[in-house]
Nanobody, 116 residues
Framework: QVQLVESGGGLVQPGGSLRLSCAAS????????MAWSRQYPGKERELIAS????????TYIDSVKGRFTISRDNAKNTVYLQMNNLKPEDTAVYSC?????????WGQGTRVTVSS
């Protein structure tokens, strides 16, 4: 059974940093591209960063480029999202996704609130 468990969310002031983690189990982790998404209330999930199975290639949407960094540790079956210079508009529920051409798995999400 595949499980993705996110952690690291919370309340942070504008300009602050958080590091999200997503621990995966039940799959051959290095065979899966991983991604982080965020979801605003009443909106669809939006993919914001992705990383290939080897970790050699990363992609970001423009609004987080230069502030967020996705990385992975295949020995620990974990993907990370380092978020710096957080803004109130980054407030959302962040979820991780494991994907191949044939299947996707999602975690339950962790809430990030950026507020003074």
């Amino acid at each position: 059974q595949v499980q993705l468990v996110e952690s690291g969310g919370g309340l942070v002031q504008p300009g602050g940093s958080l590091r999200l983690s997503c621990a995966a189990s039940g799959l051959t982790f290095s065979s899966y591209a991983m991604a982080w998404s965020r979801q605003y209330p009443g909106k669809e999930r939006e993919l914001i960063a992705s990383i290939t199975g080897s970790g050699s290639t990363t992609t970001y949407i423009d609004s987080v480029k230069g502030r967020f960094t996705i990385s992975r540790d295949n020995a620990k079956n974990t993907v990370y999202l380092q978020m710096n210079n957080l803004k109130p508009e980054d407030t959302a529920v962040y979820s991780c996704k494991a994907g191949t051409r044939f299947e996707d798995y999602w975690g339950q999400g962790t809430r990030v609130t950026v507020s003074s």
